[in-house]
């Protein structure tokens, strides 16, 4: 793995690292919670930054250039978007899209979630 250097990388809520300063992220397992899903140690730093963001969407950045980045975050939006509009459709009309035609609207909309992060 190859840090991608000289990138700005977003922890979330307004906040940046550059990405050759990071020197280690941990996933927060207890009080977790929104605006509390990762800790990141930063170079000269003495204590870590809590970042809001999860720790494969801050890897994900580091290790991808900027412009590729953009297009993963601007993927990952659509398809939270598709899995939080597959989640609406009525049970009994995702029950007849599966007899009918064997899709799984429910898997869908749940891989859809797991590959957005």
Request: glycine letters at 8%; aromatic letters at 2%.
């Amino acid at each position: 793995m190859t840090i991608q250097s000289d990138q700005l990388i977003s922890l979330g809520y307004g906040r940046f690292v550059r990405s050759d300063e990071v020197v280690a992220i941990e996933p927060i397992i207890e009080e977790r919670g929104p605006g509390r899903r990762t800790l990141v140690w930063v170079r000269g730093l003495p204590e870590p930054l809590t970042a809001s963001r999860s720790e494969k969407a801050i890897t994900d950045d580091l290790l991808t250039r900027a412009d590729d980045a953009a297009h993963l975050h601007e993927m990952r939006g659509a398809l939270r978007s598709i899995s939080h509009r597959l989640g609406e459709v009525p049970a009994v009309l995702r029950r007849i899209v599966r007899e009918e035609s064997g899709v799984d609207v429910e898997e869908l909309a749940r891989e859809a979630s797991r590959v957005a992060g």
